[in-house]
């Protein structure tokens, strides 16, 4: 007899839903990852900018390009608080998607294990009934063959 689970259903429907949170896991990441080499480069940029500020500081400017240099400083530093806060919620939200996915993929582990004990249960019920049944023809054959040597006998 074949083997038939009874939650198939169910282990389905937790893969699925583990490939699922998965998958949000694994977007979150790439965004994370993308918003860290965002705000790498702002920050990198920030420190290229001060450099050349200090060059032309050595060499000499005049207040409207200290004051746009200033600006451009502000802004930059907006730019980089705003990508800090970026990394920051998608970190946050990554981290609430990593424990989603812990939660689906522990629920089809039980699944799983559940699915192999009971696999296990049938291939031992069923390796006794094969060993019962030949036993049983063991004994026939040798009750045939008994029978067989007594009726020989008494020709």
Do not use: W
Not at 33 to 55: D, N, P, Y
Not at 132 to 139: E, G, K, P, R, V
Request: include cysteine; charge should be positive; hydrophobic fraction near 40%.
């Amino acid at each position: 007899m074949a083997f038939r689970f009874p939650l198939k259903a169910l282990r389905r429907v937790r893969a699925i839903y583990e490939r699922r949170e998965r998958q949000r896991l694994e977007l979150l990441t790439h965004h994370l990852i993308g918003a860290q080499e965002q705000l790498a480069t702002l920050r990198q940029g920030r420190v290229e900018e001060a450099g050349s500020l200090a060059k032309s500081l050595e060499k000499g400017m005049t207040g409207a390009e200290l004051r746009f240099q200033v600006v451009c400083s502000v802004v930059r530093l907006r730019r980089i608080n705003a990508a800090a806060q970026v990394v920051e919620s998608v970190n946050q939200q990554r981290e609430r998607q990593l424990i989603e996915y812990r939660q689906a993929r522990q629920k089809l582990e039980v699944m799983e294990r559940l699915y192999e004990r009971q696999l296990f249960a049938h291939r031992r019920t069923q390796a006794r009934r094969d060993q019962q049944q030949a036993t049983d023809l063991f004994l026939i054959c040798s009750n045939t063959f008994a029978n067989l040597d007594t009726i020989a006998d008494k020709n």
